[in-house]
C-alpha cells in the first residue's frame, strides 16, 4: 500500500468546515496570509469546496451542509484527505485492519475515487486520488 504523493507535491491535506465559507476564506487571507488557490461556489451562497495555501502547504475547506448520513463531510467540522496512489489495496488494506468505513469506497463526480474512516478515536480521515495541488 503506497502513501507517497502522486508527483512531488504534497499528499495529505487539513479539511475544515466552517459555519460561513466565504467568510472563513476572507478571515484565513487577512489574519493568516492564506491565499486561495481555487473555490467552487455552493448553490445556497457558501462555498462547496475551496483549496488555500501559505508557503508550501495546502488546507481544503467548505461551508458545513445539512446532515447527510451517507457523507460524514457535510457536517464534520475537520478532518484530514490523503491523497494515495493504489486507493482500491489501500482500501481493502484499511477494511482488513478493522477501520470504520463510512463511505464507501466510489468513484465521485470530480473524477477521484476515495472513502472515508474514522480512526480509532473516531477522527474522521478520506483517502483518495484526488490531488488538490493539480488545480489551477
Same mark, same amino acid.
Request: hydrophobic share 40%; proline share 5%.
Given at each position: 500500500?503506497?502513501?507517497?504523493?502522486?508527483? &512531488?507535491?504534497?499528499? +495529505? $491535506?487539513?479539511?475544515?468546515?466552517?459555519?460561513?465559507?466565504?467568510? #472563513? +476564506?476572507?478571515?484565513?487571507?487577512?489574519? $493568516?496570509? $492564506?491565499? *486561495?488557490?481555487?473555490?467552487?461556489?455552493?448553490?445556497?451562497?457558501?462555498?462547496?469546496?475551496?483549496?488555500? =495555501?501559505? &508557503?508550501?502547504?495546502?488546507?481544503?475547506?467548505?461551508?458545513?451542509?445539512? &446532515?447527510?448520513?451517507?457523507?460524514?463531510?457535510?457536517?464534520?467540522?475537520?478532518?484530514?484527505?490523503?491523497?494515495?496512489?493504489?486507493?482500491?489495496?489501500?482500501?481493502?488494506?484499511?477494511?482488513?485492519?478493522? #477501520? *470504520?468505513?463510512?463511505? *464507501?469506497?466510489?468513484?465521485?463526480?470530480?473524477?477521484?475515487?476515495?472513502?472515508?474512516?474514522?480512526?480509532?478515536?473516531?477522527?474522521?480521515?478520506? $483517502?483518495? =486520488?484526488?490531488?488538490?495541488?493539480?488545480?489551477?
Amino acid at each position: 500500500m503506497s502513501a507517497k504523493p502522486t508527483g &512531488s507535491k504534497p499528499n +495529505i $491535506f487539513p479539511a475544515l468546515k466552517y459555519k460561513d465559507g466565504p467568510a #472563513a +476564506i476572507k478571515w484565513l487571507q487577512r489574519a $493568516f496570509g $492564506f491565499r *486561495e488557490h481555487v473555490a467552487y461556489a455552493a448553490p445556497d451562497g457558501g462555498i462547496a469546496h475551496a483549496q488555500m =495555501t501559505l &508557503s508550501g502547504g495546502m488546507i481544503m475547506l467548505g461551508s458545513a451542509g445539512k &446532515s447527510n448520513a451517507k457523507n460524514p463531510w457535510a457536517t464534520e467540522r475537520q478532518g484530514i484527505y490523503v491523497c494515495v496512489d493504489d486507493i482500491d489495496a489501500h482500501y481493502a488494506a484499511a477494511k482488513a485492519a478493522g #477501520a *470504520e468505513i463510512v463511505r *464507501e469506497l466510489a468513484n465521485t463526480d470530480y473524477g477521484s475515487r476515495e472513502y472515508s474512516a474514522r480512526d480509532l478515536d473516531g477522527h474522521l480521515w478520506s $483517502f483518495g =486520488t484526488y490531488q488538490p495541488w493539480s488545480n489551477s
